[in-house]
C-alpha cells in the first residue's frame, strides 16, 4: 500500500532562516505530487504540484521554492523565512480519486 | 476570489441526529468534487466524492448531494457520532483529482 511521510512533524524557526521540509511517498510511482498550507484559521492553499521530476508548477508567487529531486521527494524551501509563513504545511499525492495527505509539518516563525 | 465556500465556519449537532455541511462553488468548470475530515495536527482523509455527473453518492454513513445548478453541494451524516467532531473541507476540481479546490472548512461538533 501507498503511504507518505513528512518531516519534521513540528518546527520553530527564527525570521529570516532557511526552511527545508521534506516528503517522500512509497508504494507509487510517478505520482502527481503537491504542497498545501492551512494558515490559523484558514483552508488549504495549494502552493506547489509537480507531474515529474524536476517538474514544478507554482500556484501562488510567495517567499518559497519547491523541488523534486526524485521521483518520490517533494521538498518546500525558503532562504529567509517571514512571519507570514507560518502554518501547516501538507504533502499530498494523487491516487486514483483522491488526494492523499501527509501527516503535515508545523511551522512556526518567531 | 474564493471559488469554493464554506459558509459555516462551525456546526454543533447532537450525537444520533443529522449533520448537515454545506459547501457552494462559483467556477461552472468544477466537474468532481471531495470531502475531507481532518483532526487537529493531522493531514486531511478523504471522505467522500462525487462526479458532475451524478447529484448523490453514498458510503456508508455518510451521503453526498450535488446541485448543479445551484453549484451547491452537502455532505449529510447520519447518524453522528462523536468520533466524527472534526473539521470538514470540501474541495472541487476540473481535472479529477488533480489541483484541488478548497474551501475554509467547517468544524463540526458532535455532542453527546
Known amino acids: 500500500s501507498q503511504t507518505i511521510h513528512q518531516w519534521p512533524a513540528t518546527l520553530v524557526q527564527p525570521v529570516g532562516s532557511p526552511l527545508s521540509l521534506e516528503c517522500t511517498v512509497e508504494g507509487t510511482s510517478n505520482p502527481n505530487l503537491y504542497w498545501y498550507r492551512q494558515a490559523a484559521g484558514r483552508g488549504l492553499q495549494l502552493l506547489f504540484y509537480s507531474v515529474g521530476i524536476g517538474q514544478i508548477s507554482s500556484e501562488v508567487p510567495q517567499n518559497l521554492s519547491a523541488s523534486r529531486p526524485q521521483d518520490r521527494q517533494f521538498i518546500l524551501s525558503s532562504k529567509k523565512l517571514l512571519l507570514s509563513d507560518s502554518g501547516f504545511y501538507l504533502c499530498?499525492?494523487?491516487?486514483?480519486?483522491?488526494?492523499?495527505f501527509g501527516p503535515g509539518t508545523r511551522l512556526t516563525v518567531l | 476570489d474564493q471559488q469554493v465556500k464554506q459558509n459555516s465556519p462551525s456546526l454543533s449537532v447532537q450525537e444520533g441526529r443529522i449533520s448537515i455541511l454545506n459547501c457552494d462553488y462559483t467556477n461552472s468548470m468544477f466537474d468532481y468534487f471531495l470531502w475531507y475530515k481532518k483532526y487537529p495536527a493531522e493531514g486531511p482523509t478523504f471522505l467522500i466524492s462525487?462526479?458532475?455527473?451524478?447529484d448523490k453518492n453514498e458510503d456508508g454513513r455518510f451521503t453526498v448531494f450535488l446541485n448543479k445548478s445551484a453549484k451547491h453541494l452537502s455532505l449529510h451524516i447520519v447518524p453522528s457520532q462523536p468520533g466524527d467532531s472534526a473539521v470538514y473541507f470540501c474541495a472541487a476540481s476540473a481535472q479529477g483529482a488533480q489541483k484541488l479546490v478548497f474551501g475554509q472548512g467547517t468544524r463540526l461538533t458532535i455532542n453527546p
Open positions: 499530498a499525492w494523487t491516487g486514483t480519486d483522491t488526494q492523499y
Open positions: 462525487i462526479s458532475s455527473i451524478k
